[in-house]
């Protein structure tokens, strides 16, 4: 990649602004300058980015592609000059010309095509496999409207349309001519040959054109330059001339227009739990259907071969089971296209697809209703329904011990179609996102396919790229940590853990605070502008940010904020480190719950910070629209880090691996990884409490526990719950009545009540460390020290060795 002086940087930017933009350096805003920058990266990754593809073709290297319904990928700018090795000379640029880079890259819009940790663990994934050489690419859908954007008004949030693409979007090239085909609807026709062979036909089908644009991923310093292709529904050329008219007939087609245009019109807002609208399993079919006939057209162009030999060259990776369609696509595209058998169709689709489960919430686990597949569908319909068969009759026939459990583990059943089972009976592949995830998937979950399968089976615990996490979003931190240790950290993140030699090194400790203290400054900083609200540096910053979800239990987080603060009312001159609590939090839009919960926090938030008995020793803060940029912004100045789900509901986390990596400490249960995380950094340098996985279990499979024997039995919950129920949080018109019941009459489904006093005596436990610096340093050291093992470059090693063999 082409490298510049500052002089010859400026020049490039003279010259852009003049040809893009015809304006001159004094005319120039920051929006304008954002814009040239970007494409001149653009121009400067072009030669690359054909250099890749060409060499990947020359060497027949075997590809995957990672398919995804969510690329939470924020914005391109920073990270693009990053890898390019461009950002220094970009940062004195535009110093140099007076403005200030921040705002410059701000101007660039967050694309949020996702809604939270599988969406930014594909964008994180696409990083690493750039990074480290692979031949790997993104398929996806361009959003015309990525997750909403969040407004708070008067405590409660507020969905606006996020329209990312109002202004022309420089990462992007359209590529007409690779556009595909993708039908729905109609009828099948089936005629038997002369040779006793089955022809199929489909007949009224809606067809839609799928044009891709692609986003080039920009592997760190190495020339390599991958694809990230989104998909975007047009109306096919044919339909356009034929429905072309004139009175009525023009509106219909503008109809017919505007439905097909819908389909890649808008993500949906809707993390872990399942959406079942027809239009989001179009949306999943555009995709999957999309990208196989790419990745089939591409296969015959570069290689010549049959597709029998599809599987030596290509692995889909489907990313939780909203691409699992796919597997009875490849079928179709096989048989019906190819004229493979379905014995060839079914060997070659098996060892093509890989499954990753990211979730064991039961209403998260999708499953579509029989007819409207067979309506929408009606030819993936009939390749799910024989799957099905020879899948059951198998089970009955092979696998006796099984018997039993065959209504459990059908594809089909009770009206409905199960897209895990088709996913784990279709793929060669099956991985959880950390090792207890697994561990349930194998023992509980996915028990009988477990035993059917056993080879399938397999971990992969997540990561994040510490490209951005660390060197992009902590430059501060990052070249102290290259001053102590060399930069070699940043090619092999696990050489971090060099830094164990540097935990009792006064000064490296004292570089590490200075670096924190800044980073808490700048947020403070943001959080004034903001919000107009001043909050002490001095103060614990203890971070919650993360998808509004009952099983995080943001509630249980208020109500030890709603403890403290009772706690200082009853005793003003008690002794205790001034604490700042931050959230940023989406709810999806129809979570009611969830929505509460952001009421009640801003509720909190109202008493809590203007009332002059706290002594400015509480601060809650909300931040608004949570997204990937904000989440940058914090996640450096974060100093404990809350991952307090109920054990076994997360299923990874990756936001405990990023504070991790900035030197924050975790508070959080056995859930996901952190049990990793404490695996490796020891139970000194990490706060848990609550209960286990099993207990849990145990709970749920004994009927729950009683929360109003609790509420009951202890005086300080009593209080907090009764405040809200009437008192001084849920007053009048504000009341909380429902976040009340859900704990008294529904019986704590999460258990918050329950972990409750242990989560407050580990706060007490966090606050008394506080007070001992030198030792929280070195907590916190021995974190960033260990957090090279969360890297997504370790887990795509692990993908490209275990499951991909690329
Ligand atoms: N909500 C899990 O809940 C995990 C990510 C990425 C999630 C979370 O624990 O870290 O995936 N699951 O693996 C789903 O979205 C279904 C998530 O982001």
Known sequence: MQQYTKAEFIKLIEDKLRRKRSKTMEEATENDLYFVIASIVQDNVMPDWLETQKEYTKNRNKQVYYLSMEFLIGRLIESNLLNCGLLDVANESIQEMGFNPDKVYNQEHDAALGNGGLGRLAACFLDSIASLGYAGHGAGIRYRYGLFEQRIIHGNQVELPDYWLKNEYPWETRKPDESVEVQFGGRVIE??????????????????????????????????????????????????????????????????????????????????????????????????????????????????????????????????????????????????????????????????MAYTNHTTLSEALEKWPEDMIRNLLPRIYMIIHEINERFCIGLYYDHEELRPHIKDMAIISNGQIHMAHLAIVGSFSVNGVAKLHTEILKQKEMKNFYSLYPEKFNNKTNGITHRRWLLQVNPCLSDKITDAIGPQWIHEPHKLISLLRYTNDKPFLDDMRQCKQHSKELLAKYIYETQGLKVDTGSIFDVQIKRLHEYKRQLMNIFHIIYLYNELKDNPNMDMTPRTFIFAAKAAPSYHLAKEVIKLIHHVASVVNFDPDIKGKLKVVFLENYNVSLAEKIIPAAEVSEQISTASKEASGTGNMKMMMNGAITCGTLDGANIEIRDFVGDDNIFIFGLTSDEVHDYYANGGYNAQEIYHSDPRIKRILDQLNGGIFGKEEIEFKDLFYNIMSHNDPYFVLKDFVPYLETHELIERSYRHQRDWQRMSATNIAHSGKFSSDRTIREYATGIWKL
Request: net charge negative.
């Open 191 to 352: 005629h038997t040959r002369r040779d006793g062979s089955l022809e199929i036909q489909y007949v009224d089908t809606d067809k839609v054109t799928a044009v891709p644009y692609d986003v080039p991923v920009i592997g760190y310093q190495n020339e390599v330059v991958n694809t990230l292709r989104l998909w975007s529904a047009e109306i096919s050329p044919y339909d356009r001339s034929i429905h072309a008219g004139a009175g009525a007939q023009y509106y219909h087609h503008l109809e017919h227009v505007h439905s097909i245009e819908q389909i890649s019109g808008f993500l949906y807002p809707d993390d872990s739990t399942y959406e079942g609208k027809e239009l989001r399993l179009k949306q999943q079919y555009f995709l999957v259907s999309a990208t196989i006939k790419n990745i089939i057209n591409k296969f015959r162009d570069d290689h010549g071969l049959p597709l029998s030999k599809l599987a030596d060259y290509i692995t889909i990776q489907i990313n939780d089971t909203h691409p699992s369609l796919g597997v009875p696509e490849l079928m179709r595209v096989l048989m019906d296209e190819e004229g493979y058998p379905w014995d060839d169709a079914w060997d070659v689709t098996r060892h093509v």
